[in-house]
């Protein structure tokens, strides 16, 4: 007896997609099917390429249907399409880009910039379209860590191209002034130069435009909030008291301006010795994840301290890339599988309240 087409729905009923706990037949990810005699195929279209189940959702559904009377074999193929949560009756000077997330930190030197740019290389390795808008004025280190010396070339038309590297395009204003020179700029210099790379910029079609702001709650922040439909914020700290003090007041400042917190990644988390294996956690530990608790939002990890990261910083080479099979590069993997996550969950939430209202 041949299978059909509902028979293979009502089975797949049974696999849940694990952060928007529905089934992947409810939440439209099924798509294709193909069945020819005994052979099934079909694709699974999940709302990001760095879902981190994916290849248990695939094993899952091909014993599932492999099951039905009449079934022989079962081709599954994943695949992805990027969601997007953004309204489009606002203003946008970015409608190609589906999401743009700000990194942000309440105080300078917990590591944001470093989180930015492996961020962006994690998910540009999982093959999304990515961004990285260095955002942070003052302090332009986007360029040097992803190994960019020279400034993107002229364009034909009237946007400036981005630089790339990595898989990902990039715009700096180091690009710009020479390291040397000092950025003296007031706040309406700050918001021109920022409404500047976001309209001026071709960006074209990306999944996600990753935001490395500058520390604190001042006029970078108030800019992208106003000048683009932002998806979330994700929050970079340190386990120390001080640090996490100053990410409270970060997370209030985005609530003010309607920016939803994906989540905070707690940096420099601990330090383990190569040499012995022991754990040292320098600046105490587990405060990021308290603070996360306390506050409502996502705990999305935790990074160690590791020589190999400053390391990659400094010549160009994000760690993903200058070692793509270390522990480190594992946690760089599994926190943007967790950004991603976050993300589809506030698309989701975004949609559903679209169509209530």
Known sequence: MAVNEEQVLKALRAIQDPDLHKDIVTLGFVKNIIIQDSHVSFDIVLTTPACP????????ARQIVGTLPGVSTVDVNMTSSVTSGKSNVRENYIPEVKNTIAVSSGKGGVGK????????????????????????????????????????????????????????????????????????????????????????VEWGALDYLIVDLP?????????????????????????????????????????????????????????????????????????????????????????????????????????????PKSMITDIYRKLAGAVAAQISIQNAQATTLRIIQ
Request: hydrophobic letters at 40%; aromatic letters at 6%; glycine letters at 12%.
């Open 53 to 60: 189940v994916r290849d248990q959702m695939r094993e899952e």
């Open 113 to 200: 910039t470093t989180v930015s740019v492996n961020l962006a290389v994690a998910l540009a390795e999982t093959g999304a379209k990515v961004g990285l808008l260095d955002a942070d004025i003052y302090g332009p280190n986007v360029p040097l860590m992803m190994g960019v010396k020279q400034p993107p070339a002229s364009g034909q038309g009237e946007k400036i191209p981005p630089a790339q590297n990595y898989g990902v395009k990039i715009m700096s204003i180091g690009f710009f002034v020479p390291e040397e020179t000092p950025i003296v700029w007031r706040g309406p210099m700050i918001h021109g130069a920022i409404q500047q790379f976001l309209r001026d």
């Open 215 to 323: 520390p604190g709650t001042g006029d970078a922040q108030l800019s992208i909030a106003q000048l683009v439909p932002m998806t979330g914020a994700i929050i970079v700290t340190t386990p120390q008291d001080v640090a996490l003090l100053d990410s409270r007041r970060g997370l209030a400042m985005f609530q003010k301006v309607h920016v939803p917190v994906l989540g905070i990644i707690e940096n420099m988390s601990y330090f383990m010795c190569p040499h012995c294996n022991e754990r040292t956690d320098i600046f105490s530990h587990g405060g990021g994840k308290k603070a996360a608790e306390k506050l409502g939002v996502p705990f999305l990890g935790e990074i160690p301290i590791e020589t190999s990261i400053r390391e990659g910083g400094d010549e160009g080479r994000p760690i993903l890339i200058a070692n």
